[in-house]
């Protein structure tokens, strides 16, 4: 017998030993990481969007991130309304906050200060998430409060993260 039909016999033997289950080549995927930016529009501004989903995620926030490009943010996605409050220790860069409904309405949009240990606070309860951009980027592109925030675009991270969207957005 040939030493390669030897080898090959051989490998053949330990592989059919493994009894684990195969998946599918189809069911393997990637999940896309919280360093992903997914396009967003915000009003009708093209954004791309890091989404902070898990509780460390939304902890960390942009903390330590020296500079932010003019149109990217974070958004902070939560499973329900409710009155929102951030805080900037351990950020470096002023920020601009929009607090915005379950259906994608800007409810309001705040200034936080890099460092402060203060919090920031929606004043509704109706905040569903939260996104953050370099401060003084809703004023220069002209986004305002009752603007929308593109949900598919969300929708469309949320699924790219591994996360059911239709828990955090309608």
């Given at each position: 017998?040939?030493?390669?039909?030897?080898?090959?016999?051989?490998?053949?033997?330990?592989?059919?030993?493994?009894?684990?289950?195969?998946?599918?080549?189809?069911?393997?995927?990637?999940?896309?990481?919280?360093?992903?930016?997914?396009?967003?529009?915000?009003?009708?501004?093209?954004?791309?969007?890091?989404?902070?989903?898990?509780?460390?995620?939304?902890?960390?926030?942009?903390?330590?991130?020296?500079?932010?490009?003019?149109?990217?943010?974070?958004?902070?996605?939560?499973?329900?309304?409710?009155?929102?409050?951030?805080?900037?220790?351990?950020?470096?860069?002023?920020?601009?906050?929009?607090?915005?409904?379950?259906?994608?309405?800007?409810?309001?949009?705040?200034?936080?200060?890099?460092?402060?240990?203060?919090?920031?606070?929606?004043?509704?309860?109706?905040?569903?998430?939260?996104?953050?951009?370099?401060?003084?980027?809703?004023?220069?592109?002209?986004?305002?409060?009752?603007?929308?925030?593109?949900?598919p675009g969300l929708r469309a991270g949320l699924?790219?993260?591994?996360?059911?969207?239709?828990?955090?957005?309608?």
């Open positions: 017998m040939s030493r390669h039909l030897l080898v090959l016999l051989c490998v053949f033997g330990l592989t059919a030993c493994d009894n684990r289950p195969s998946r599918p080549a189809a069911t393997v995927t990637e999940e896309a990481g919280i360093e992903v930016r997914f396009p967003v529009r915000i009003g009708p501004v093209a954004t791309r969007q890091r989404l902070a989903v898990t509780e460390l995620e939304k902890a960390r926030g942009l903390m330590a991130t020296a500079s932010l490009p003019e149109d990217e943010g974070m958004a902070f996605l939560y499973r329900d309304d409710t009155r929102m409050s951030f805080w900037m220790k351990g950020t470096l860069l002023d920020l601009d906050i929009a607090f915005v409904a379950a259906d994608g309405t800007i409810l309001e949009i705040r200034t936080m200060q890099a460092g402060d240990t203060n919090t920031t606070s929606s004043a509704s309860e109706r905040a569903r998430f939260a996104v953050e951009m370099a401060a003084g980027w809703f004023a220069r592109r002209g986004v305002k409060a009752g603007d929308k925030v593109d949900l699924a790219a993260r591994g996360f059911i969207a239709s828990h955090y957005l309608p």
